[in-house]
């Protein structure tokens, strides 16, 4: 198992231009219980949900992530799926069927891992680096714990517009976004995704 969690840590880090130390693979979370550990054809982590729906994965030590300004760590959260079917993922009621209930040692495994105090708990979200809406997945290699990048505005962030756009033109009718083109978007860079994609703000 390790070994086949170095490769993937080369691989990820060879698209992210991150270092390549092998002692970092210990920061990369475990692949979900009962489920393949794979790649979808666009190259992004495959997690399968679970049924029914929980968190799955696991973070690394206490202050073992480095969040990168709005963006996760790409060692501990390179982004991964657990839906690759646009039918599916367009269908009305995806992200609800899909959303786990909360899990408060998960979330502070992870806010710990992120450095964050408890302190901060009322402005941080569970982000998913893949939006659950697109098929992101439920484990901790798509979840960051992430500060709200909105004054006052809670847990609400940037993100949530980018990922309402990129929803919109991936399954309008006719659409010329793939599915898997914007999950990798995400994965490699959500800050950049709609201009990946090809999409107006």
């Known amino acids: 198992m390790r070994g086949l969690l170095l490769g993937l840590a080369l691989i990820l880090c060879a698209a992210c231009g991150s270092a390549t130390d092998p002692s970092a693979v210990a920061l990369l979370p475990a692949p979900a219980a009962g489920g393949p550990l794979g790649f979808t054809p666009a190259g992004v ?9 929980r968190f799955t994965g696991r973070y690394g030590p206490p202050g073992s992530c480095q969040a990168r300004g709005p963006r996760p760590d790409p ?10 079917d646009p039918t599916e993922v367009c269908a009305h009621g995806f992200a609800t069927a899909h959303r786990p209930p909360p899990d408060i040692q998960f979330r502070v495994s992870g806010m710990r891992a992120y450095g964050i105090p408890g302190s901060a708990s009322t402005a941080v979200q569970a982000d998913q680096l893949v939006p659950g809406v697109l098929g992101g997945s439920n484990d901790a290699t798509n979840i960051w714990l992430a500060r709200s990048d909105i004054p006052g505005g809670g847990i609400r962030n940037t993100k949530d517009r980018v990922e309402a756009r990129v929803l919109a033109a991936v399954c ?26 090809g999409i107006r703000p």
């Not at 982590?45 to 729906?53: G, I």
């Not at 009718?173 to 490699?188: D, H, I, K, N």
């Open 75 to 84: 060692i501990c959260t390179p982004g991964s799926v657990g839906a690759t």
């Open 45 to 53: 982590l495959l997690v399968p949900y679970t049924d029914p729906p």
């Open 172 to 197: 309008k009718p006719r659409s010329t976004v793939p599915l898997g083109a914007a999950q990798a978007a995400f994965a490699r860079d959500w800050t950049t995704a709609s201009a990946t994609l």
